[in-house]
T-cell receptor, first 111, second 111 residues
Framework: DAGVTQSPTHLIKTRGQHVTLRCSPI?????VSWYQQVLGQGPQFIFQ???????GRGNFPDRFSARQFPNYSSELNVNALLLGDSALYLC??????????FGPGTRLTVT | QKEVEQNSGPLSVPEGAIASLNCTYS??????FFWYRQYSGKSPELIMF????GDKEDGRFTAQLNKASQYVSLLIRDSQPSDSATYLC???????????FGQGTTLQVKP
């Protein structure tokens, strides 16, 4: 079975720009969560979606938004990028939110 | 106090030894616990999860949970150089899909 997929793998953006990151969960999983991981730290929770509804939001500014589609794939959008948004963005897939399996991540660099 | 705390290490053990990784957490509320392994430049990989007090074994790995002491540990028996990685401890409060991570402990297994 295919695992969690994310695209793109790497991305370089300029301050002030917008970015869209994509995630496809494991087949049969209905929940997708997004995390941000900066170097040397554990992942920080951004959002959880289950059955296309937002079920949780972490302590991130409104520049961050997400949505989940009928096929359970998800997008994370970040507006007005700041240098501090440079990080590894991880998508995690689960049946309902318990055991979460991570995708390979998208490495975002903001210059 | 951080919600999940880990010693960043590095923890160095010889090949074949038992590696003991520790994690403490705040809040005595109902929650479950997860151990992830993360190789440098890769995404976290789920190793084990534990919900109840006591030990849970899976191959060379044993997770231990002590709710009274608010302490979770991961034991790796017969450590191999391929076990060298950062180990992330996470808790998930009940009825949420949010994982709260520690900063991770770097393990080095020397041949």
């Amino acid at each position: 079975d295919a695992g969690v997929t994310q695209s793109p793998t790497h991305l370089i953006k300029t301050r002030g720009q917008h970015v869209t990151l994509r995630c496809s969960p494991i087949s049969g999983h209905k929940s997708v969560s997004w995390y941000q991981q900066v170097l040397g730290q554990g992942p920080q929770f951004i959002f959880q979606y289950y059955e296309k509804e937002e079920r949780g939001r972490g302590n991130f500014p409104d520049r961050f938004s997400a949505r989940q589609f009928p096929n359970y794939s998800s997008e994370l959008n970040v507006n007005a990028l700041l240098l501090g948004d440079s990080a590894l963005y991880l998508c995690a897939s689960s049946w309902t939110g318990e055991e979460q399996y991570f995708g390979p991540g998208t490495r975002l660099t903001v210059t | 106090q951080k919600e999940v705390e880990q010693n960043s290490g590095p923890l160095s053990v010889p090949e074949g030894a038992i590696a003991s990784l520790n994690c403490t957490y705040s809040d005595r509320g109902s929650q479950s616990f997860f151990w992830y392994r993360q190789y440098s430049g890769k995404s976290p990989e789920l190793i084990m999860f534990i919900y109840s007090n006591g030990d849970k074994e899976d191959g060379r790995f044993t997770a231990q949970l002590n709710k009274a002491s608010q302490y979770v540990s991961l034991l790796i028996r017969d450590s191999q150089p391929s076990d060298s990685a950062t180990y992330l401890c996470a808790k998930r409060p009940s009825n949420t899909g949010k994982l709260i991570f520690g900063q991770g402990t770097t393990l080095q297994v020397k041949p």
